[in-house]
């Protein structure tokens, strides 16, 4: 199969889906020390500026936006199904897009209010700049690193993208868009949530293509 559960993501994915769980209890009583880190973090941040770090970190989280990123799950999900991979390349775009919706829910049923002097809009928990990026970087581990033929090139793009979701993490808590536990509960969420669709994938894609007549001659 094209998307196979690399040995180490399944339990990765049940520690993501733990530390997210644990997150979301925390948050939503309001338990006192994760309010408190999370207030002093996000001021110790906020204050620490450099010359052009304003610049540089508006950048990273731009180019870690929702938008930006279902940007990379389209160009993804189009350069598989112009290599005749249809459905890994549906699985993409669904991964992708019920994330989304999922972490939206939980905004929602959270309801939590974003750190003050904020620029953007909504709610704060989970983040969706760091819950899209990681379902991107965790496809990207799934799908992509696996393909590539040299083994350096594997190292050095597997850290290159890991380096980003780490600059991300940063740059919307110095931004003050969000606090760090919604920050590493959006990043543990999207790294739960492909998990969750490479399990998926690995029970129903045969299914697919075989009932699916449009789909027999693809490969998966």
Same mark, same amino acid.
């Given at each position: 199969?094209?998307?196979?559960?690399?040995?180490?993501?399944?339990?990765?994915?049940?520690?993501?889906?733990?530390?997210?769980?644990?997150? +979301?209890?925390?948050?939503? *009583?309001?338990?006192? #020390?994760?309010?408190? =880190?999370?207030?002093? $973090?996000? &001021?110790?941040?906020?204050?620490?500026?450099?010359?052009?770090?304003?610049?540089?970190?508006?950048?990273?989280?731009?180019?870690?936006?929702?938008?930006?990123?279902?940007?990379?799950?389209?160009?993804?999900?189009?350069?598989?199904?112009?290599?005749?991979?249809?459905?890994?390349?549906?699985?993409?775009?669904?991964?992708?897009?019920?994330?989304?919706?999922?972490?939206?829910?939980?905004?929602?049923?959270?309801?939590?209010?974003?750190?003050?002097?904020?620029?953007?809009?909504?709610?704060?928990?989970?983040?969706?700049?760091? +819950?899209?990026?990681?379902? *991107?970087?965790?496809? #990207?581990?799934?799908? =992509?690193?696996?393909? $590539?033929? &040299?083994?350096?090139?594997?190292?050095?793009?597997?850290?290159?993208?890991?380096?980003?979701?780490?600059?991300?993490?940063?740059?919307?808590?110095?931004?003050?868009?969000?606090?760090?536990?919604?920050?590493?509960?959006?990043?543990?969420?999207?790294?739960?949530?492909?998990?969750?669709?490479?399990?998926?994938?690995?029970?129903?894609?045969?299914?697919?293509?075989?009932?699916?007549?449009?789909?027999?001659?693809?490969?998966?």
């Amino acid at each position: 199969m094209i998307v196979r559960m690399p040995k180490y993501l399944k339990k990765t994915g049940l520690i993501s889906a733990g530390i997210f769980l644990l997150l +979301l209890i925390l948050v939503g *009583i309001k338990f006192g #020390i994760t309010i408190s =880190i999370d207030k002093w $973090l996000t &001021s110790l941040l906020g204050d620490d500026s450099f010359s052009f770090g304003d610049a540089f970190m508006t950048i990273i989280s731009a180019l870690g936006s929702p938008l930006a990123t279902f940007i990379y799950a389209v160009v993804i999900a189009g350069l598989l199904y112009f290599s005749n991979l249809r459905i890994p390349a549906i699985w993409v775009l669904a991964t992708y897009i019920t994330g989304l919706a999922a972490g939206q829910i939980f905004k929602v049923a959270v309801g939590r209010a974003r750190p003050l002097g904020h620029l953007a809009s909504g709610y704060a928990f989970p983040s969706n700049h760091t +819950l899209t990026t990681f379902i *991107i970087i965790t496809i #990207i581990f799934v799908l =992509i690193l696996p393909n $590539l033929s &040299s083994p350096s090139l594997q190292l050095w793009f597997g850290w290159g993208t890991l380096t980003f979701g780490l600059l991300l993490l940063e740059a919307v808590m110095y931004l003050q868009d969000h606090y760090l536990s919604d920050v590493i509960a959006g990043a543990a969420f999207g790294i739960a949530w492909v998990t969750l669709w490479v399990w998926l994938y690995e029970k129903y894609a045969k299914l697919l293509h075989d009932k699916i007549a449009a789909l027999q001659y693809d490969a998966i």
